[in-house]
């Protein structure tokens, strides 16, 4: 991370622009990702350019494929049903460990925060911060429970399903209201607000984070 004031890395611009791209549907799932191609349109050389696509292969968001390069991550149906399941089995052991939640201070600032930053991106139609926001919303729920192994094992969760989470609700945005996704959250602090982790988990399980992806769930 740079400190405050200073520009960003040539690795930094290349990550971001590459995750952008992934999230945003230009690259598709299975799609190559040319290195020369990118090194050209960031005007750069290689080595930064390698740099982030070998940070963004460890997010989840693309994979190496010896001798052929870079690709954007091919996730199959069952394998994002799965993840999901773990993420809403995380969530949910997160809020019966916090709750009854301290009755001392604001055990749901971060949550809130992180709700008021998704809020702002949204109506600045900033998809790629809405979509850091989201995660950041939902690391601060399991983050309630203040168990640090917790957090260390939802984290790589968050990150494999960077790319369904943020189309689920770019999907939702396109065929729904825009700010769908965003009252959707609301709702889940809501319910995190009434103090009650039977009512906490019953939001979760009526979340909708898997309404707009196409798994044929039924």
Not at 161 to 182: C, D, F, H, K, Y
Request: with cysteine; charged share 30%; hydrophobic share 45%.
């Amino acid at each position: 991370m740079n400190g405050a004031g200073l520009p960003p890395s040539l690795v930094e611009v290349a990550t971001r622009q590459v995750r952008a791209e992934v999230l945003s549907g230009v690259f598709e799932p299975g799609e190559r990702i040319g290195e020369e191609a990118l090194c050209a349109r960031l005007g750069t050389s290689r080595a930064p350019v390698r740099e982030a696509l070998r940070l963004l292969a460890q997010e989840g968001l693309i994979e190496h494929v010896p001798r052929r390069g870079f690709r954007v991550a091919v996730w199959s149906k069952t394998d994002i049903l799965q993840l999901f399941e773990l993420r809403r089995v995380l969530e949910r052991h997160a809020i019966d460990s916090a709750f009854p939640l301290p009755a001392d201070g604001d055990p749901l600032r971060e949550v809130r925060a992180a709700l008021d930053r998704m809020r702002a991106a949204d109506a600045a139609e900033d998809l790629i911060e809405r979509d850091n926001a989201h995660r950041r919303f939902h690391a601060a729920i399991v983050a309630l429970a203040g168990n640090r192994q917790l957090n260390l094992a939802y984290e790589p969760i968050l990150l494999k399903l960077q790319l369904p989470m943020a189309r689920n609700l770019r999907t939702e945005a396109r065929i729904s209201q825009r700010r769908s996704g965003v009252r959707r959250h609301a709702e889940l602090l809501e319910a995190l607000e009434c103090g009650d982790a039977a009512v906490a988990s019953d939001a979760l399980l009526r979340h909708g984070e898997l309404a707009y992806l196409d798994l044929d769930i039924g």
